[in-house]
């Protein structure tokens, strides 16, 4: 099986194409909750192509998705660890990948910065997620609202507290700052 082919590049670029990265979580990890509706095997459309993944629980309410499919190049793979923040209107996982890609080189290891990714669940039982990201933090960085760099890709968020970068992404307007949402039904798990 190889360890990146197109589609683990696809589901790089799908998670951190105009995403944000932040040097902190949006809550401390030390609270994280478990959410047992996202345990189990998910299936997602992307274009022409299926994304099966599968999460699961460790202790202490940390989890970890595996990511794969196959593409016309063979099998690719990707995986993350991840905790839930919930705000009064939101959850959202904080996200670091096991495998990250930087100016074209993969290095193993966790990676030492946070993605987060809105979801919800649809009345039928669907995860419906929305990565957290757009112009707007680009655009607050620039007017020294928050600290941090943008660059071709990705923005990202440094020196800020957990609650600024939380209380930023909850006062903002959610189609500025949750990306297309994709849904994926659940196929098998608890």
């Not at 994280?32 to 202790?59: H, N, S, T």
């Not at 919930?86 to 290891?109: C, E, F, K, P």
């Not at 890709?153 to 970068?165: A, C, D, K, L, Y």
Request: charged share 20%.
């Amino acid at each position: 099986m190889r360890a990146l082919s197109l589609f683990a590049l696809s589901i790089t670029f799908l998670l951190s194409g105009c995403a944000i990265e932040s040097d902190r979580p949006l809550s401390s990890p030390r609270y994280a909750e478990r959410d047992q509706r996202l345990e189990g095997l998910w299936r997602a459309k992307v274009g022409k192509d299926a994304i099966y993944f599968y999460i699961a629980y460790g202790p202490d309410g940390h989890g970890s998705i595996l990511s794969f499919g196959r593409d016309k190049d063979g099998m690719g793979t990707m995986s993350w660890n991840f905790f839930v923040t919930r705000s009064a209107w939101h959850a959202y996982l904080n996200m670091t990948s096991l495998v990250s890609v930087d100016r074209g080189h993969i290095h193993q290891g966790p990676s030492k910065t946070y993605m987060f990714l809105e979801y919800r669940f649809s009345w039928r039982g669907q995860l419906v997620a929305s990565l957290v990201g757009g112009e707007v933090f680009s655009k607050a960085i620039k007017e020294g609202k928050l600290h941090g760099k943008t660059d071709l890709f990705t923005t990202s968020i440094s020196h800020e507290t957990s609650e600024r970068v939380l209380g930023f992404i909850e006062a903002a307007k959610p189609e500025d700052v949750f990306m297309k949402p994709w849904v994926a039904t659940k196929i098998g798990g608890p």
